[in-house]
């Protein structure tokens, strides 16, 4: 899965992965379907998949993928869920590689019973049968490595990948993954093992199908660890709100534009507010922020010899 990802960022020149954390408050008033609120889950849900789909439409041929936050669809019970996995789906048909943003974890059985969920297949009688059959998952691998074998296991019996939580982007991720231990980081201990969990399952292009998410607040970092684990391939939050920039994200990156995809949620989720694009609908507004961000991204590349 990490090629396939890998040449929609080179076919779409744009290593942009737009985060569907879709709140009902994010939604237009004009959007909303007409409805009573006698069952308000359900109607905010089903609001939310008509918003994500509408996006998902407006912004497939110009980003290679999305990342479905599962949190915002929790937070509206099985009816949230329902959109959930309804998004994914409408999303990889359109030809979008789906990351399942979960940060699950457990041991043994029960980080079985996670990857079953989000990459591989339950078993009901004789039959297996994908669930919500993202291509990518994010996962905290904190649990150490009896944690994550389900899912590297899954990742090469069904083609998927994870994203691994290495270098965090939110401010006080320091509080426990700076902290020294051997005379490593707790953060270049975790990158290590990445590495070491997706020696074997490394693709043409020379990166693994295990990654790392490393924030684009902390290019220091990055750069240490790609420096050290040439085929840890990056997801990269924290562009725009939180503070990141274009060129903070170079360090993640090879010459070839490669080596990571960087999320943005918000900014183009609710982009209409934003006075910059007054006056277009939601989609088209969404649209017009993503373009920007490439164009950040790649003028950005540019500067530093970097391109497609």
């Excluded at 954390?21 to 909303?32: A, I, M, N, R, V």
């Excluded at 231990?181 to 020696?199: D, F, H, N, S």
Aim: proline share 4%.
């Amino acid at each position: 899965m990490i090629d396939k990802l890998i040449e929609q960022i080179i076919q779409k020149k744009s290593p942009i992965c737009v985060g569907l954390d879709t709140k009902f408050e994010y939604l237009p008033q004009e959007f909303l379907s007409r409805g009573d609120f006698m069952d308000p889950l359900s109607y905010a849900a089903d609001n939310i998949f008509q918003y994500n789909r509408v996006l998902i439409d407006e912004i497939a041929d110009i980003v290679p993928s999305v990342k479905v936050q599962a949190a915002y669809y929790e937070m509206y019970g099985c009816e949230g869920m329902k959109a959930f996995r309804d998004t994914i789906a409408y999303a990889k048909d359109a030809g979008l590689v789906v990351i399942a943003d979960i940060k699950r974890n457990d041991i043994g059985a029960t980080a079985s019973a996670y990857s079953s969920s989000y990459l591989g297949r339950a078993k009901v009688g004789e039959k297996e049968v994908p669930v919500f059959d993202a291509d990518f998952a994010t996962v905290n691998g904190y649990l150490g490595t009896d944690g994550i074998a389900p899912f590297t296991a899954d990742c090469e019996k069904y083609d998927k990948g994870i994203f691994v939580l290495v270098k965090t982007s939110n401010p006080s991720s320091g509080e426990l993954q700076d902290k020294q231990i051997g005379g490593k980081t707790v953060y270049e201990c975790m990158a290590g093992m990445v590495a070491e969990w997706g020696k074997d399952l490394i693709g043409k292009y020379g990166y693994s199908e295990v990654g790392a998410v490393i924030g684009a607040t902390y290019p220091q970092q990055a750069e240490k660890i790609r420096g050290k684990h040439p085929s840890i391939f990056v997801l990269i939050p924290g562009y725009g709100a939180q503070g990141g920039s274009a060129q903070g994200l170079v360090p993640n990156f090879d010459k070839r534009g490669l080596g990571g995809v960087v999320n943005n949620s918000r900014a183009i989720l609710t982009a209409y507010r934003n006075e910059k694009y007054k006056g277009m609908d939601f989609a088209k507004a969404a649209r017009q922020a993503a373009l920007d961000m490439q164009e950040d991204i790649l003028d950005t590349f540019a500067k530093n010899g970097i391109g497609y």
